[in-house]
């Protein structure tokens, strides 16, 4: 059952899912991660889609952000059907267009907060100048400007993944997949990370995609996607005032 | 901040492993420098000895090099003066030419009547002062630690020295005082039934000397040869000296004259000829120009005459550079092989423990040629790395190893040698074992770097 309450208008859809199934092969055994599952994101609104584990919260985050391709369906991101891109095509348009925060934060060991925050900008070649400023502009405005220069390993869960945000944000995506990036911090962080979100995406006018079981985290949400079993089972959009 | 950079700070992550792997190829390099210096103080001392003792060409007659050998004075230059001019007054060659000297190869019996011994000879006969300019020869820059003293003048046309096999087998080491070598027993002792003449009685006995002429008392042998005619000649060998040979083949049968003895012998009192014009250039590296030159200039004078280069002449000389180059690429086979192996491991636990992160800088945008890139340079790095700091090594050992005052002796040699690393002053061998393990290092990370690039994001990411 889908329970819709005002769906965004068509000009303002960032992600469009059609039909989209995936199954993985374990060994000879088909395995259906999502089935037949449609659904649209409005722009610059802050998503989440809960579930309980092995529903295909991270399988539909994975498609979304052209990571892993369907098995049927088709997912469009910004007006672009990922499944007309190749590999090279995806790996760009995810330079552009997608930020990633993920439960682990992922950030890259060798590299101090400011040149994870950079390394984005460095895949699309911007300019010097604008790099500096675009990255310490997001890195004050994550609350850690004064740690630009510390590695991730001097940094503790909660600074990493404002770290992480900060990389998410610096190259002006349409779009910010977060897969449970909560589940690694405690409640008072997470929290805070939680406000930091949604605080960014109202800044930066940016669509959020999250995956939660955290309710902090549903409580922000201007749209909830339930799924289970790897089918959309309920939609509930947050009532405007 | 590059790929190179990122490369960078990747390899000292690990640093015990990066150690290891960095020590592995130092070894490698050290080794490869090493040998390669050793191979190339060899091969430059070779090429340096044999440029000092026979020159770097020769001019024979057409055929001599073939067929002189059983009667070197039918292949004699006529009229050598003129073909000396010819080559002295060429402006191409001349200054090529740092000697240019006849010789003449004689073979024969050498006796010693008075101690009723003999046995054949190989002889050269060559003009003193021009072989001790030849010994002074150091094109290559080895220096002159073997530098011989030769007991012989241009002045004395009669004296020469004989190898210390042939003063043994003639009875000639007590008289000649030489070391290490006993006069060895008379054929009456050895073979009783032999008759006891051999050809003394060719020789015309010397009379007494008058009252007024110098009586020359130096220990002396008789020569005896056929004449370019066919004739029997002898001639009378006054010995200064022994020269030790470094094959006991040549020592028992090696003669050294004046040329005008050797002369005297081959062609008696017939038009004096040689068997070779030796030539000696300041350069090795212009030996294929001379040989032009000198082709050129006998065409041109219509003489029939033919130019062999040193490694034609002394056969031994490539033989000696194939075996130690065969030792040398099998020991860098062998070290680059353990290189390739040690880089494919490291850089495949590298990519093993980073899975998480490809997949993150994957998801991030970065695309499959960009993973590559980046573990190609890691190798890369970490090639230039231990490549530099192996050359480092082993320029400093090769100089502790110079300075160590060891001492070998070489094949076919007789005096010990300074044992010499040549690394410093040899950019070939620098440049290509510097280049040679950078190649093979980033090579050896292809094969991790491109299962890095093929790991599919979703899959990368899970290793988080």
């Not at chain 2, 010819?86 to 073979?107: E, G, K, N």
């Not at chain 2, 241009?154 to 020469?160: K, L, P, T």
């Not at chain 2, 001639?235 to 094959?247: D, H, I, S």
């Amino acid at each position: 059952m889908t329970r819709t309450s005002s769906l965004p208008p068509p000009g303002d859809i960032v992600v469009r899912l059609r039909d989209v199934s995936k199954t993985y092969l374990l060994g000879a055994v088909a395995v259906p991660g999502l089935h037949e599952l449609s659904l649209e994101i409005g722009r610059a609104t802050f998503s989440v889609i809960v579930g309980p584990s092995g529903s295909g919260k991270t399988t539909l985050l994975n498609l979304i952000g052209g990571i892993d391709r369907p098995s049927a369906g088709t997912v469009e991101v910004a007006g672009q059907d990922l499944g007309g891109l190749g590999d090279d095509r995806r790996s760009d348009f995810r330079a552009r267009n997608i930020g990633f925060i993920f439960q682990s934060f992922n950030l890259i060991p060798v590299l101090s907060a400011y040149e994870n925050v950079e390394y984005p900008l460095l895949l699309t070649r911007v300019a010097a100048a604008e790099r500096r400023r675009r990255v310490m502009a997001l890195l004050d405005a994550v609350g850690i400007g004064d740690q630009s220069r510390r590695r991730p390993n001097q940094m503790s869960g909660g600074q990493r993944q404002r770290v992480a945000i900060a990389r998410a944000l610096v190259k002006d995506p349409v779009l910010v997949l977060a897969d449970e990036p909560t589940a690694n911090l405690d409640s008072r962080t997470g929290a805070q990370i939680i406000a930091l979100m949604h605080a960014m995406q109202t800044r930066c006018r940016t669509s959020f995609v999250v995956s939660s079981h955290d309710p902090q985290v549903m409580e922000q949400a201007d749209e909830t996607f339930t799924i289970r079993d790897g089918a959309l089972i309920d939609r509930h959009c947050r009532a405007t005032s | 901040m590059t790929t190179l950079v990122i490369a960078w700070r990747n390899i000292f992550r690990n640093r015990r492993r990066s150690a290891l792997t960095l020590l592995a190829i130092v070894v490698g390099a050290v080794a490869v420098l090493l040998f390669g210096g050793f191979v190339t103080s060899i091969l430059f001392g070779l090429q340096t000895n044999t440029v000092r003792a026979i020159g770097h060409l020769q001019v024979f007659r057409q055929g001599y090099f073939e067929f002189g050998a059983g009667k070197p004075g039918a292949y004699g230059i006529k009229d050598y003066a003129r073909v000396l001019r010819l080559i002295r007054d060429d402006a191409a060659l001349q200054p090529l030419i740092r000697v240019l000297t006849p010789t003449l190869q004689v073979f024969g019996i050498a006796g010693n009547f008075a101690e009723n011994t003999s046995r054949t000879f190989y002889g050269r006969a060559l003009i003193p002062s021009d072989r001790l300019r030849m010994w002074a020869w150091d094109g290559l820059g080895i220096g002159n630690t073997s530098l011989r003293q030769l007991a012989m003048s241009d002045d004395d046309r009669d004296g020469g020295v004989i190898g210390v096999g042939l003063a043994r087998i003639l009875h000639e080491c007590a008289a000649l005082k030489v070391l290490n070598c006993t006069d060895g027993p008379s054929e009456a002792d050895v073979s009783p039934d032999l008759p006891a003449e051999d050809f003394s009685s060719l020789i015309e006995i010397d009379p007494p000397a008058s009252s007024g002429a110098a009586v020359d008392r130096r220990p002396k042998i008789d020569l005896l040869a056929a004449t370019v005619a066919g004739a029997p000649n002898v001639v009378t060998l006054q010995l200064n000296g022994v020269e030790r040979q470094g094959a006991k083949e040549l020592d028992d049968n090696y003669v050294l004259m004046h040329l005008d003895l050797g002369q005297r012998l081959l062609y008696g009192r017939g038009e004096h000829q040689v068997t070779g014009l030796v030539i000696q250039l300041h350069h090795s590296s212009d030996v294929a120009g001379a040989r032009r030159e000198l082709r050129r200039l006998f065409a041109a004078q219509g003489l029939d005459l033919d130019v062999r280069d040193y490694t034609e002449l002394n056969p031994f000389y490539l033989q000696v550079i194939a075996m130690f180059g065969a030792i040398f690429g099998f020991l860098a086979v062998i070290m680059g092989v353990i290189v390739l192996f040690t880089v494919v491991n490291t850089m495949s636990m590298s990519v093993m423990e980073r899975t998480a992160e490809i997949g993150t800088i994957r998801a991030l945008g970065l695309r499959r040629s960009g993973v590559r890139r980046l573990f190609l340079a890691e190798g890369l790095v970490l090639g230039v790395l231990s490549a530099s700091l192996g050359l480092l090594v082993g320029l400093g050992l090769s100089f502790l190893v110079n300075r160590a005052g060891l001492t070998w002796t070489p094949p076919t040699s007789v005096d010990p040698v300074p044992l010499r690393v040549m690394v410093a002053g040899n950019p070939l061998l620098l440049a290509g074992c510097w280049f040679g393990l950078v190649a093979l290092s980033a090579l050896s990370s292809l094969l991790p770097a491109n299962k890095a690039a093929r790991l599919e994001v979703v899959d990368a990411l899970r290793h988080g």
